[in-house]
């Protein structure tokens, strides 16, 4: 485990707040100082979102994707920020990442840790979605055809749910409905192949690279 | 050699006639018998000549006396949720945190599912004896919570209630142990421990050296038989001088980590069994399955100390039969001792 900023010290905080700083704070656990890089920043909600937490979050998935932390890091991390995000500025500020309609689903897996990071860092970034909760292949389809969603997210654990991609992704192809699948979760970090397989757009290796995965499938760069 | 002392030689860290194979198949069972998975697991004589013939096709070294996690998870009050291409799910989870300070555990006799295991390995023992190594399955103190809580309840628990973490860690030991012991009195011979949540990719070390560790040093201790401690895919490096001391005396290898590194590390200590990656091999042809039968050996079996497996402690349903057969006569073929031309 590396738990080491060589940006600085948690005590710096008053005189150069920074995402690395705020990484620090989260992977510590440390609400307070949480609160204080907040308001050292002087930024707008939204800026705050934008230039500290996102990053911040989107750091410390990385480090979990190297072994570098644990899930239970990336998890801590992301309440501590939708608490914060809750208390200061009473839920998320909304950031148009993505002009088009976000959906995140899980495909017949009772398992929703992985949704629930996802949606850690889709509220961080100021994303607003829909939450379809646990879904078959032909719900999924059906709400993204009456909700007109155009990016639809699907978090994994188990390799049946995963292949499961492969239904939703021909029934939207027969309907004609120009919707991107984004997919994430340990079968396609173990079977990187099943990406392609399941006729996917986009596979994130952690719950941070949504985001720019999301502005990709968006037509923008990442 | 029987595949019980070919394993048994393994164990010893010394070198028996061939690298030991554990094929851990459950649902495949229910293929052999033309089963629904949820039919197949109903029975324990389903699961007995599932076990068998399965021994038979594959010639490899031990049962799987394992139906499926959840079904510890209904002795405390939850459900299965079958489907017809996995591993059943646990349900809803039936505990919440406020039960914890004055939770008990379940008596194992009040749980149909887990009686229909100590029923199968009744069965497995007589159809083998001793010739064969039978392994029963636990779920740890430490990772059970998942499907007892839900998995975003249980870290809350872990960081904002660490007296009833405790407690709850105290519960899970004891049944673990009872469980385990239970299923080593019907007929296993070994029980592995299956701990995901030990794994440094999955929980802070800290957080495991406080809650993890302890409840597994109590509930191995009390295991009256050998252990098996599998992180289900989870690396374990980062851990591995832990689980040495926890009284186990195997690990399994997640098919992200160098098998190699594991096996220097765990030398002379702990038996290391791994990591065919199950997920990949739905597609293998026959070059591939030999290429990474060959390569698990080269980096891993030098010396005895190392059953072949694959990654996970069960491979998925999607892996056709034939591959399993590849996998297997490859294992046969370049496992051979003495080992020609390897590094690990």
New interface residues.
Partial sequence: ?IVSYPAGHLSDVPARPSADLLELALVN?DRLALQRIYSASGLTPLFFCEQFITPALAGIGEK?DR?E?????V??SG?LCEDFMEQSFRGAPSNRVSEERVALAVL??????GK?LVGFVLRGGGVDYLDYGTVTAAELVQRVQEDSVRVLLISAL????A?KVREVRDKLDQAGVPCRIIVGG??F???P??CDEVGADFCCATASQVLPALIQASGGEP | MTSMERVLTALSHREPDRVPLFLLLTLHGARELGLSIEEYFSSSENVVRGQLAMLRRYGHDCIYAFFHASLEVEAWGGSTIFRDDGPPNAGAPPLKADAIASLAPPRLSAAPGLVRVLEAQRGLRHAVGDSVPIIGVVMSPFSLPVMQLGFDAYLDLMFDRPDLMQRLMEVNAAFCAEWGNAQLAAGAHAICYFDPLASPKMIDPSLYRSFGWPAARRALNAIKGPTATHLASGPCLGVVEDLAGSGTAMVGVGGEEDLAAVKKRCCGRLTVFGNLNGIAMRSWDEAAAIAEVKGAIDAAAQGGGFILSDQHGEIPWQVPERTLEQVAQAAREYGRYPLQGVRG
Avoid: V
């Fill in positions: 485990m656990m979990w072994g932390l644990s899930l239970s890091h998890y801590m309440r017949e897996d009772y398992h929703l840790l629930r188990m390799l049946p749910s292949l340990a079968p970090r173990l079977d192949s099943l």
